[in-house]
């Protein structure tokens, strides 16, 4: 079975800090890998995900990611947070073949400060 | 794109009643809809999966009697919780996968308070 490691629980960071946040999954197989954020009283939402091809995956907002599978991992980075990029933060994967659920990060607590 | 309904978004409901949850997929047929909860402050806890015109497979520890699953087409899945009790109180959210395979989809959750 999947599971999913995300080391840090809560990160603190100044306006214009440069930001990454680990994730590392552990599974046999090829994956599908998510980041996922979740604003204050707001639903998740899809940040950037990974399924093949280029490692370095970019998403919305300035994110990207890297997938690199020997390390099994894929940390979230950004080069410049701004106060909007305070929320939860959940990295997720399931596996490549079958139908199988996410199985997610119990997620890093992002909050900038001005 | 893609969108999946989820309604309601909050419900308050006493102690003993029975509150249902729905989730649509709006422009996509969903063959396999998951349901998670979220406690305060913690992660996503996949409570099962939900295949269209069949049993839902609940995880470990799930109660099944008590969560009742009905994904009776393609495009709706329902989530009951039956004779709630304030340690139901959590938000619970669902997820589509498109008929393809890798697309997956959130509704925006329900926040359910129970009195």
């Known amino acids: 079975a999947q599971s999913v490691s995300q080391h840090n629980h809560h990160v603190i960071l100044s306006e214009a800090a440069s930001l990454e946040l680990g994730c590392n999954y552990s599974y046999g197989g090829t994956v599908n890998l998510f980041w996922y954020v979740q604003y204050p009283g707001q639903h998740l939402q899809l940040l950037l995900k990974?399924?093949?091809?280029?490692?370095l995956v970019k998403g919305i907002k300035g994110f990207e990611a890297e997938f690199i599978k020997s390390k099994f991992s894929f940390n979230l980075r950004k080069p410049s947070v701004q106060w909007s990029d305070t929320a939860e933060y959940f990295c997720?994967?399931?596996?490549?073949?079958?139908?199988?659920?996410?199985?997610f990060g119990k997620g890093t607590r992002l909050s900038v400060i001005a | 794109g893609a969108v999946v309904s989820q309604h309601p978004s909050r419900v308050i409901c006493k102690s003993g009643t029975s509150v249902k949850i729905e989730c649509r997929s709006l422009d996509f047929q969903a063959t396999t809809m998951f349901w998670y909860r979220q406690f305060p402050k913690q992660s996503l806890m996949l409570m099962a999966t939900s295949n269209e015109g069949s049993k839902a497979t609940y995880e470990q520890g799930v109660e099944k009697d008590k969560f009742l699953i009905n994904h009776a087409s393609l495009t709706l899945s329902t989530l009951t919780v039956t004779s709630a009790h304030p340690e139901d109180s959590s938000f619970y959210i669902c997820?589509?996968?498109?008929?393809?395979?890798?697309?997956?989809?959130f509704g925006s959750g329900t926040q359910l308070s129970v009195l």
């Open positions: 997720a994967v399931n596996a490549r073949s079958g139908n199988t659920p996410l199985v």
């Open positions: 990974y399924f093949s091809g280029d490692p």
């Open positions: 997820s589509a996968r498109s008929q393809g395979g890798e697309k997956l989809f």
